[in-house]
C-alpha cells in the first residue's frame, strides 16, 4: 500500500438460512419402499416416494415454512395414517414418521353373538352367518 493506510471495506453478506424435512416409513409387514407422500405449504407442493430403506430427505426449504406431510394411495390392508404438520428450522432436520398398521378383523357369529376365529385382511365372510369386522 506504499506506506498508507488501507482503506476500510465494507462486506454485505445474505445467507439463507433453509432447512430440511426427512419423511421415515415403517410398516407391520416391511413394505417401505415406492411409498408415495405429498408435502404443501408456504408455496411448496410437490409429491414424493420413499427409497428402498423407507425414507426420503427433502433438501432447501425455508426455515418458518409450515408444511402438511399427507400419505398418498394407502392400500385397504391399512389404517390409513393421519397428516401431520411440521415447521422448518434453519440448518435443522425436522422428521416425520408414518406407520401403516395392519387392519385387524374378528369373526362374529350374528346369530349366537360369539366371537369367532380371526378373519382374512378382507372384509369377507368366514362361513356362513359369520361376518368380518373392522377393528380400526
Not at 430440511?20 to 404443501?40: A, C, H, P, Q, Y
Not at 426455515?63 to 394411495?73: C, H, Q, R, Y
Not at 398398521?101 to 376365529?117: E, P, T, V
Request: with cysteine; net charge positive; charged share 25%.
Amino acid at each position: 500500500f506504499g506506506g498508507r493506510d488501507p482503506k476500510a471495506i465494507t462486506l454485505n453478506v445474505n445467507v439463507e438460512m433453509n432447512g430440511s424435512l426427512k419423511i421415515v416409513k415403517t410398516s407391520e409387514d416391511g413394505v417401505v419402499s415406492g411409498v408415495r407422500f405429498r408435502v404443501t405449504g408456504n408455496g411448496v407442493d410437490t409429491t414424493v416416494q420413499t427409497g428402498s430403506d423407507g425414507t426420503i430427505t427433502i433438501p432447501n426449504l425455508q426455515a418458518g415454512s409450515k408444511l402438511t406431510i399427507t400419505e398418498l394411495d394407502v392400500k385397504d390392508k391399512y389404517v390409513t395414517p393421519k397428516s401431520q404438520t411440521v415447521t422448518i428450522e434453519a440448518n435443522k432436520t425436522a422428521t416425520v414418521t408414518f406407520s401403516n398398521i395392519l387392519k385387524k378383523w374378528n369373526g362374529h357369529d350374528h346369530k349366537s353373538g360369539q366371537r369367532n376365529r380371526d378373519c382374512p385382511g378382507r372384509r369377507i365372510p368366514c362361513r356362513r352367518g359369520l361376518r368380518c369386522v373392522s377393528r380400526e
